[in-house]
């Protein structure tokens, strides 16, 4: 009988503001990567890698969270032609297909702590500095790989960091990428 066990450690639960690198490794097509960041601009919360990760996979086209599913779609399958709403089963089915020869790594580094009974404004503060790093990251990454190996859809830009920042984006591609 063919069994598999999926085992999420406790701690893959826990609220930080994480920076994350998903790396992607398909058996002919190579490695691509995706850069994320938790800490929500809309509301007060930074949701735990393991729900972060599951969510970029939904199929579902109208999610604000499945930007590493639709750049699959877009960027790896170059299919354009589907609706915002919904995948049509084609996409998903192609999607499914590039996924089965492929092993996901999720890499999450908590920058910092989440508390639901921060301000607002430290929460827009936590929530910046996290962004800023993955900006950095991704432009980092960029320089480093080709363009089509790295699926965020922003544009990023080289910020100024403090010296700790810059020491944390290093540490993050080095730890992923050595």
């Known amino acids: 009988m063919e069994y598999f066990k999926i085992q999420v450690d406790r701690n893959q639960f826990k609220q930080s503001y994480l920076i994350y690198i998903i790396e992607v490794v398909h058996d002919v097509l190579g490695t691509y990567y995706y850069v994320g960041q938790t800490g929500d601009r809309n509301h007060h919360t ?29 960027k790896i399958l170059k299919v354009e032609d589907y609706e915002k709403g919904k995948f049509e ?62 699926l965020n859809k922003k544009s990023a830009k080289d910020l100024p960091l403090s010296q700790e920042a810059s020491d944390t984006v290093f540490s993050i591609i080095q730890t992923v990428c050595p």
């Open 89 to 150: 089963n084609s996409v998903k089915y192609a999607v499914t297909e590039f996924l089965m020869p492929s092993t996901i790594s999720m890499h999450a580094f908590p920058i910092r702590e989440f508390s639901i009974n921060s301000s607002t404004e430290d929460h827009s503060l936590n929530r910046k500095h996290v962004e800023d790093l993955e900006n950095s990251i991704i432009f980092k990454m960029r320089q480093r790989f080709t363009e089509e190996r790295i």
């Open 46 to 74: 930074a949701r735990p890698a393991f729900r972060r990760l599951g969510a970029h996979f939904s199929d579902q086209g109208h999610s604000t969270e499945n930007q590493l599913y639709r750049a699959i779609v877009k």
